[in-house]
Each structure stands twice: as structure tokens, then as C-alpha cells.
């Protein structure tokens, strides 16, 4: 018999008095959610660890290689469940992984908090990564890597730079209502979709020998570096 289920659970009105950004978690995989009292919760079902009374990702104690490596095996091997909402990261690195989920499952990291950088080089994902209201300190890095899909930082806070270089996005790139804090830049890489900085105050961003689909902005003067006007709608 194995340990007993993780004690952690999301609510998304109290997420939102702690943190002070938006938490919307029936957006998507309304199913993993469950009825509360009067509002819908997300609960962790993973296996606790040792003595602690949350899972792996969802401890407070360190383990920082250990929690890189238990999440990269859970994706390589197809996880049914892979939903990591409001997990705790040192830095996360997914680099050199190929992940392929089924139906509309998508790789989901909603809610969590990443104390260094999340990088991600030479990594294919099919259909997409989830990182709406997210929290990282560091730099984002995506280098050489495919994702057949979209990739979301909604109402996320970064504060760290976001660098995308010699890769492929098929689907959209959001980051609507985000808090960026570093500047973005889109280097030799093809964005067919959607970029979009919707409500998001960003000040600095570069895009150099890219293709990109679409660009979305409240306003030009908030891209503050030149883009081809064909790029903006």
C-alpha cells in the first residue's frame, strides 16, 4: 500500500488574496477540478513523501535535483496525469526531453513558483505547455526546441528575461496580463501563431530574423523596440 495523497490543494480566491494576480482554474481540464464547500478546488493526488505531507513537487523542503529529475521522468513516460499546479521549483530545467501527451492534454504548471530559471533547450513537446500565473524569479530560456502547440504565461510574473532562439512554436505564445520585469527577445526562431502582450505594461522587447504569425499589443508605444508593422494587428 502506498503513501497516503498529497495534502496540497488550490483554491483559486484564496491564491488570488495571497498572491494579488488572477487565478482561473476551470479555463482548462475543467474535469480535475472538485466541488469544495461552495467553490471548485484543484487537489494533488501524488503519493506523499516520506513523512512530509505533500508530494515531491509540492514540498517546502529543497530537493531541487531531485524534483528536476522526478519531473522530466514523469514526463518522458507519458504521465496520465500531468498536471503539476502549483508546484515548488528551484530551477526547472526540461532540456533535452521529448514529451508527447494524449488527446488535449498539455504539460500544466499553472500556479507554480520557480525560485531560479526555467530553461528548456533541444525539447519537443506535443500539444503544449501550460504556465499561466506562474511565478519565476530567473531568466526563461528556450533554445533549439519544438512545441506543437502553445505555450501560456498568463497573468504570470517574471522577473527575470525571456529568451526563444532557433525554435518553433506552432501555436500561440500569450502572455497576457503577465508581469514581466525583464525584456523578451525572439532570435531566428518561427512563431507562426499568435505573440501577445495584451495588458501587460511590457516596455522591451527585441524580435530579430524571426518569423512571427501575429503580434498583439494595448498599445504600439509599449513595443519599444522597432518591429515591421506587418507584424502588428
Known sequence: MGNPACEFKLEPTQWQQEQNRLCVLADRSPEILKQDGETKVWNCERERIGEDRHCIFHTSDGMKERKNKEFANS?????????????????????????????????????????GDFDMVNTEINPAIELSGVKIQGDVSIFASNIDGDIIFKNSLINGNVFISGSTITGNVDFTGANLNGYIRVTNSHLPGTLNFSDTGLVNVAIESSEIGVILADTLADLTQRIPDSFLK
Do not use: A, M
Open 75 to 115: 514526463l518522458t513516460r507519458n504521465s496520465p496525469n500531468p498536471h503539476y499546479i502549483g508546484s515548488k521549483f528551484g530551477d526547472l530545467n526540461i532540456s533535452n526531453l521529448d514529451v508527447s501527451l494524449q488527446g488535449e492534454s498539455c504539460v500544466d504548471l499553472r500556479y507554480s513558483s520557480i525560485d
